[in-house]
């Protein structure tokens, strides 16, 4: 099987002191020793589990043959803050190699604080990076700030017993919502039992229904988020996920994720986050299949969670951070850090046969996704920095107040509105994803 494919800075200080609390000590992180230029920091803010961490090291990097490599991670201002104080700081800095979520280069590429990377990119084209992917890189520009490293995604997961069941004619490889609508649908009128599962909860581990809205219901249907809040594309899509609540367990709104009630029987049939369906597919892979998510009237949209590189001007060693990102990008590193976090590839690579089954689940569900004629991927939102939770919220309100309480669409969806707009409006949040561009906040129109 092939695989291709896929968020205020503090005081310059904080940042030196990191430098000491975060680096690793000893010679290297990484690299075989060959002396190829000055030491640089590898700063991300992804893999902050101390596991995780120690997987970078002594696996991820254990072959990468360049200059010695310190790996640091942290929360995102932080890691944000040190690269910024660096760039402030002029001259040449420790950082030489950035990686960081799709949304949380937005600030620091408008400081021009990185390299255009185009020419690196042209260089991989072999490996054949999604183009969408490669075009999220450029963050609305012309310059490629970063090239995709790995990704995260969400995808479907159904029980083997839900297929006798599923709709004439229908492939779950190339499914449609009408066709995932009628699936539940059949799953009740012939079991008596309401099959379908939607990640509702609340409390201290929140379900991902946001995403969800962000990243697929919405785009699929509308082909926008923000721009396209309210007009009739999104009336329809609101009818349709009310028609597929009728299917749906009531539990869902107390679900914080679909493995656990899966592994249950409670649901046989959803849509959730790669993390949360690995438990049940590593603990019963013969039981479950997993698959692209359904498309809608204007494609198959699907949300990656891509994380780039990138390397900023103040790098203290050009082409060392450069070979690190040709190693990250090897496919064979690829598949490390798959096995090792879980993370999946970017770029064109077979699995192989020993990886654990319920991983090759997974990672083939985000192959055939990534590779669909139809598919269209989505970021997570960028640029609304302090002002996500109200975003998020508002769309939460919006599915509770139309799914759940049968408020009417049109009203609910003109009363939330000046929620979502004012949310874009105080983050200054220009369009992204599927709106496409802005020069200013992005409207609801």
């Not at 017993?161 to 539940?184: C, F, H, M, R």
């Not at 039992?193 to 995403?211: D, E, K, S, W």
């Not at 609910?412 to 020069?439: F, M, R, Y």
Request: charge should be neutral; charged fraction near 20%; hydrophobic fraction near 40%.
């Amino acid at each position: 099987m092939k695989m291709r494919g896929a968020r205020a800075f503090a005081l310059a200080a904080a940042a030196a002191i990191l430098v000491t609390a975060c680096s690793t000590t000893g010679p290297s992180a990484g690299g075989g020793g060959t002396d190829q230029g000055k030491p640089f920091v590898f700063a991300s803010t992804q893999f902050t589990p101390v596991l995780e961490q120690e997987n970078v090291r002594k696996k991820i990097l254990a072959t990468y043959q360049g200059a010695s490599v310190d790996f640091i991670t942290d929360q995102e201002p932080v890691i944000l803050n040190r690269i910024a104080a660096e760039a402030k700081a002029g001259g040449q800095g420790q950082t030489g190699l950035a990686g960081l979520e799709n949304g949380q280069f937005s600030g620091l590429a408008a400081e021009g604080y990185f390299e255009d990377l185009a020419k690196l990119a042209d260089k991989h084209k072999d490996k054949k990076i999604p183009q969408d992917m490669l075009t999220l890189g450029k963050l609305g520009g012309s310059a490629q700030v970063y090239i995709p490293w790995m990704q995260a995604t969400y995808f479907m997961v159904a029980n083997k017993k839900a297929l006798q069941y599923l709709p004439s004619g229908a492939d779950v490889n190339a499914l449609s919502y009408k066709q995932l609508i009628e699936w539940a649908k059949n799953i009740t009128e012939k079991t008596g039992q309401r099959r379908y599962g939607f990640p509702l909860g609340a409390g201290t581990t929140p379900g991902l229904i946001h995403r969800l809205i962000q990243g697929y219901f919405y785009p699929s249907y509308t082909g926008g988020l923000v721009t396209t809040f309210k007009n009739a594309d999104a009336v329809a899509m609101w009818n349709d996920l009310k028609e597929l609540w009728k299917y749906s367990n009531p539990q869902s709104t107390t679900y914080a994720n679909l493995q656990e009630p899966m592994q249950a029987e409670e649901v046989w049939l959803g849509l959730d986050h790669a993390a949360r369906l690995i438990e049940v597919l590593k603990a019963k892979p013969d039981d479950f299949i997993a698959f692209p998510a359904p498309a809608g009237p204007k494609g198959r949209y699907y949300m990656s969670v891509v994380i780039g590189l990138a390397i900023p001007k103040t790098t203290p060693n050009r082409a060392g951070s450069e070979a690190l990102i040709d190693h990250l990008l090897k496919p064979e590193t690829q598949l490390i850090t798959l096995r090792e976090n879980s993370f999946f590839p970017v770029v064109d690579v077979k699995l192989p046969d020993d990886l654990g089954k319920g991983l090759k689940l997974e990672a083939d569900a985000v192959a055939k996704q990534a590779n669909s004629k139809d598919a269209r991927v989505v970021p997570l939102p960028v640029g609304l920095g302090a002002k996500g939770n109200e975003f998020n919220n508002a769309l939460v309100n919006t599915f509770v107040r139309i799914v759940l309480k049968n408020e009417p669409i049109q009203t609910v969806l003109d009363e939330q509105a000046p929620l979502v707009q004012k949310a874009i409006t105080d983050a200054n949040a220009k369009c992204w994803g599927p709106d496409g561009t802005s020069s200013g906040p992005c409207q609801v129109k």
